[in-house]
């Protein structure tokens, strides 16, 4: 809530489905208005009608994040219907799974058009606001992707790094502004990630000695992370453990076991 007792409004990326849908679940539950941003209008208007009837005003601003200058349109969107955003959750990515000489190079585009471009810039447009008025929360959403490299998944994974080193960078910068940014970095999650990122068939989906996480235990995750303003949140143990050392590991040791998460790229 804010200090004037009005809710907090929070725009969430990426909200038709998985992790986005349910930190908007999540948001509401806690007090929140929201608006809701995705490319599929119905699935969005279907989650609105729910988060209405939990006593939440959701707003619905269809947009496809990956089309050059739609992230700043938005924000001048939500700025000309008087929608003051207090927290801004930069959900909305996918993946591309393949050796990088054989991926369709207008994916790649299109991937790091959303997971970079569309990210940097609608977070480059909303938080002036919120350090001006002294309050407000950013989320970004990495992933474990983002603290190895990942043959098989190289640009998504250097994606994802881009979000994290981004989230950490800025996290710092906004200390003492009353705005706190967190990166969260889910590992494996029960979403529509695989089925989008052509991912079904890899190891870390498909092996049972690799935990899977529910988008909304992840959700709830990182909402806790966001609201204590931790900088950055890896979910789960094991995800931890994986993320962490391969900061620390040779490479010798981080490459053969992403390819055994991540398959062959030959
Ligand atoms: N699931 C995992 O294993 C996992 C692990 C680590 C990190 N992540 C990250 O978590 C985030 C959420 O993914 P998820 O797991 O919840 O997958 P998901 O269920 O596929 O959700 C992805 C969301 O992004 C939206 N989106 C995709 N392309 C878009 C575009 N061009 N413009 C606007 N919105 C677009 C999708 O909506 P529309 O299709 O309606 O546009 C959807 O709402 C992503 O950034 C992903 O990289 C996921």
Known sequence: MQD???????LVTGASSGIGAELARELVRHGHDVVLTARRAPELEALAAELRAAGAVATVVPKDLGVPGAARELALELDAR?????????????????????????????????????LTALT??????MVARG?????????????????NMAAYCASKAYVLSLGEALARELRGTGVTLTTLCPGATHSGFATASGAESLPLFTSSLVPKMSSASVARAGYDA????????????MNKLVAYSGRVLPRAIVFPVARLLLGDHR
């Not at 480059?124 to 606001?129: E, K, N, Q, S």
């Not at 970004?140 to 490299?149: Q, R």
């Not at 966001?226 to 143990?237: A, Q």
């Open 4 to 10: 004037n007792g009005a809710r907090n409004l929070a």
């Open 82 to 118: 008087g929608l003051q955003v207090d927290v801004l959750i930069n959900n909305a990515g996918f993946g591309d799974v393949g050796a990088f000489v054989r991926e369709d190079p207008d994916r790649i585009d299109a991937m790091l058009q959303l997971n970079v471009v569309a």
């Open 124 to 129: 480059r447009a909303l938080l002036p606001g």
């Open 135 to 151: 309050h407000g929360r950013v989320m970004l959403v990495s992933s474990t992707a983002g603290f190895l490299p990942g043959p």
């Open 226 to 237: 966001m609201t204590r303003g931790t900088p950055v949140l890896v979910t789960g143990i």
